[in-house]
């Protein structure tokens, strides 16, 4: 099977802009997460969702919002960036609510 | 609150000598834990978990990890280092207060294996 795949891999934006981020699951995962990986606060949990509904959200201001559709593809977005948004994000897919999750590469983002 | 704590930074091992990455966790209840390793550049690469049975959990790669309730701890380790197993390593628990699929994660550990 095909791992997660996220695009794009690499992105540059200016403060104040807004970026929408893709994840695609493996084939026949329900579950998708996404998290921030900062030097500074390391690995956060920024949301989760299941069938189309969010389950589970982390410690982040409304800015960072996400969706997920029919498909399981799922979309996050920061609105209005700031430079402190600068960081690696992650998607992992799961196929139910106890298993494993797997890690796409992620989309390195990085606000000027 | 669920936690995990990586006590080191960074581990120096020399090539085909034994490693270990520490961990020790903080949850209440039953512990759902994980080891994540992460090279440059990639994402995070499951490792291998702990839900339930056996104390010794064996995964990918040669690494195997053991779960010690009394000491709340779930060490990772690999009998013979390579030097290609210089990486970030992660542990990590399922935060089962928030439900589902929320993972906490530990700082992270970098190995260093030297030829």
């Known amino acids: 099977k095909a791992g997660v795949t996220q695009t794009p891999r690499y992105l540059i934006k200016t403060r104040g802009q807004q970026v929408t981020l893709s994840c695609s699951p493996i084939s026949g995962h329900r579950s998708v997460s996404w998290y921030q990986q900062t030097p500074g606060q390391g690995l956060q949990f920024l949301f989760e969702?299941?069938?189309?509904?969010?389950?589970n959200k982390g410690n982040f201001p409304g800015r960072f919002s996400g969706r997920q559709f029919s498909n399981s593809r799922s979309e996050m977005n920061v609105s209005t960036l700031e430079l402190g948004d600068s960081a690696l994000y992650l998607c992992?897919?799961?196929?139910?609510?106890?298993?494993?999750?797997?890690f796409g590469p992620g989309t390195r983002l990085l606000v000027l | 609150a669920q936690s995990v704590a990586q006590p080191e930074d960074q581990v120096n091992v020399a090539e085909g000598n034994p490693l270990t990455v520490k961990c020790t966790y903080s949850?209440?209840?039953?512990?759902?834990l994980f080891w994540y390793v992460q090279y440059p550049n990639r994402g995070l690469q499951f490792l291998l978990k702990?839900?339930?049975?056996?104390?010794l959990v064996k995964g990918s790669y040669g690494f195997e990890a053991e779960f010690n309730k009394s000491q709340t701890s779930f060490h990772l380790k690999k009998p013979s280092a390579l030097v290609s197993d210089s990486a970030l390593y992660f542990c990590a628990v399922r935060d089962r207060t928030a439900g589902f699929q929320k993972l906490v994660f530990g700082t992270g550990t970098r190995l260093l294996v030297s030829p």
């Open positions: 702990y839900i339930t049975g056996d104390n």
């Open positions: 969702y299941f069938s189309e509904t969010q389950r």
């Open positions: 992992a897919s799961s196929p139910g609510e106890v298993e494993t999750q797997y």
């Open positions: 949850v209440s209840g039953n512990p759902y």
